[in-house]
């Protein structure tokens, strides 16, 4: 075997956004290692970037799933900047810049270097690619080196929400804007496993908020299905997963019931993916 197929990755598994929805990969990606289809390759964007660095790191499921549950709260978004407010209202006088941000962030990265410490993506046991965007040209950029914790809040910095983050002098901000699903990302494997998830658009329309979620939910949707077409021609399972009921992007306490959701249709879905998988050799699966 020549080097490139050597370092060729068999299995990618493809992570993308949806809040806590994507704790369901951890389900999933446990499912997959115990039927001897253990991914060699983990891609995420935001949510996904999180969930992915547990599972590149070896946690099992459940050991992702209670990593997860300390991490990802909802108080993570309620620490406000109340200069913010002055920011938007008096701009020149305050002093709007590229790193506004509703919310402090140091909540997070308190908590985001507290689960991967130092840990630096090349000593992962599992293959990383995080994928952020440059706030600077808008582009994709897929993060391999450096520390997990940097590349993981760079993917999950929600513009508005939360600062960007510079990585190597670039402005990095959420993966979802440029990549919601990266399968791009992932396209030198020979099959790929992703969970993406479509964004709920607002029952109704009656503050200025639900509007622009309106408009962008239905833009990164879009973006998402376009991604999935233009991979159509790959070895690619996608799953689409039915969560029962709508679920809040922060909403911590239905993590473990996500968790069972992705698991469930993993098992579920395992003839359909040893099908996919069939003709590939051992070398990146599980004994």
């Not at 493809?14 to 809040?19: A, D, N």
């Not at 506004?100 to 270097?113: Q, S, T, Y």
């Amino acid at each position: 075997m020549n080097n490139q197929a050597a370092n060729t990755p068999q299995l990618a598994l493809v992570l993308g956004s949806g809040g806590v929805r994507s704790i369901a990969a951890l389900g999933i990606a446990d499912v997959l290692t115990r039927a001897g289809f253990k991914p060699d390759l983990v891609v995420g964007c935001s949510s996904g970037a999180l969930f992915g660095a547990c599972i590149a790191k070896g946690w099992s499921g459940e050991e992702g799933l209670a990593a997860a549950t300390r991490l990802w709260s909802a108080d993570l978004t309620q620490k406000k900047r109340w200069r913010a407010y002055f920011e938007l209202v008096a701009p020149k006088l305050w002093g709007f810049g590229s790193d506004f941000a509703l919310r402090d962030a140091a909540l997070i990265r308190a908590r985001v270097e507290r689960a991967f410490g130092s840990t630096q993506m090349a000593d992962l046991p599992t293959a990383l690619r995080v994928v952020a965007t440059d706030a600077a040209t808008g582009r994709s950029v897929v993060l391999t080196r450096g520390r997990v914790a940097d590349a993981v809040r760079a993917s999950m910095a929600l513009p508005f929400m939360f600062p960007s983050v510079e990585i190597d002098g670039r402005r990095l901000t959420d993966g979802v804007i440029s990549d919601p699903l990266p399968v791009s990302a992932a396209q030198d494997a020979r099959a790929i496993v992703t969970v993406g998830f479509r964004g709920s658009l607002p029952r109704r329309i009656d503050r200025a908020s639900r509007l622009v979620a309106q408009v962008t939910t239905t833009m990164i949707n879009n973006l998402q299905e376009a991604r999935v077409r233009a991979m159509s021609g790959a070895s690619m399972f996608h799953f689409e997963l039915d969560i029962d009921r709508r679920t809040g992007l922060w909403e911590t306490s239905a993590m473990p019931r996500i968790f069972d959701i992705g698991r469930l249709a993993a098992e579920e879905q395992l003839p359909a993916i040893r099908r996919l998988l069939g003709d590939l050799p051992p070398t990146g699966l599980a004994a």
